[in-house]
T-cell receptor, first 113, second 114 residues
Framework: GNSVTQMEGPVTLSEEAFLTINCTYT??????LFWYVQYPGEGLQLLLK?????DKGSNKGFEATYRKETTSFHLEKGSVQVSDSAVYFC????????????FGTGTSLTVIP | DAMVIQNPRYQVTQFGKPVTLSCSQT?????MYWYQQKSSQAPKLLFH???????NEADTPDNFQSRRPNTSFCFLDIRSPGLGDAAMYLC?????????????FGPGTRLTVT
């Protein structure tokens, strides 16, 4: 079956620190991979995505590379800001009719000044 | 701006009293989804509409129903809310169901059951 596993949180970092949030997946086919971000009291927003192996998604200084050999899609940012404090969800879409999304459990990030 | 709108943002209902949550979209997307998200958990898909075609997830309780009267609106009906149904309910849309189908989420409705 399909599933997504994220590193457990919460994660607390100082401003300008390097961020890595690990994500690994299990899929029966060739999924697309996504990172969504949820700010307090809001819905999920797409942060970045990658649709095939070796693709790199990037947005707002965040990056993630689709690694088929390690079934991973780790999220990284070189220098976090207080405004990056949120919950981050890794997700996969199996690319089959129904567009079923499988979400990880989310990783809470707090950035302190 | 095109968007997904959910009303109300906060809803309080009594145990066993039917409640309806509303979602509307200005994106003209074919697909609309309802997710349940409990505290510190991943969103869980309840069902989705592809146009007028209703698709229920196998483990969605019968207590949850949905209506989509037109392209823009979709409603989540909880017939007899229990305490365990207290959660954030997220509506999402996508242009189609095929590959690359990015989903656009509304801000959610937080349901409290007293």
């Amino acid at each position: 079956g399909n599933s997504v596993t994220q590193m457990e949180g919460p994660v607390t970092l100082s401003e300008e620190a390097f961020l890595t949030i690990n994500c690994t997946y299990t899929a029966t086919g060739y999924p697309s991979l996504f990172w969504y971000v949820q700010y307090p009291g809001e819905g999920l927003q797409l942060l970045l995505k990658a649709t095939k192996a070796d693709d790199k998604g990037s947005n707002k200084g965040f990056e993630a590379t689709y690694r088929k050999e390690t079934t991973s899609f780790h999220l990284e940012k070189g220098s976090v800001q207080v405004s990056d404090s949120a919950v981050y969800f890794c997700a996969l879409n199996e690319n089959l009719p129904g567009n079923q999304f499988y979400f990880g459990t989310g990783t809470s990030l707090t950035v302190i000044p | 701006d095109a968007m997904v709108i959910q009303n109300p943002r906060y809803q309080v209902t009594q145990f066993g009293k039917p409640v309806t949550l509303s979602c509307s979209q200005t994106l003209n997307h074919n697909v609309m989804y309802w997710y349940q998200q409990k505290s510190s958990q991943a969103p869980k898909l309840l069902f989705h509409y592809y146009d007028k075609d209703f698709n229920n997830e196998a483990d969605t309780p019968d207590n949850f129903q949905s209506r989509r009267p037109n392209t823009s609106f979709c409603f989540l009906d909880i017939r007899s809310p229990g305490l365990g149904d207290a959660a954030m309910y997220l509506c999402a849309t996508s242009r189609d169901r095929g590959p690359l189908g990015e989903q656009y989420f509304g801000p959610g409705t937080r349901l409290t059951v007293t």
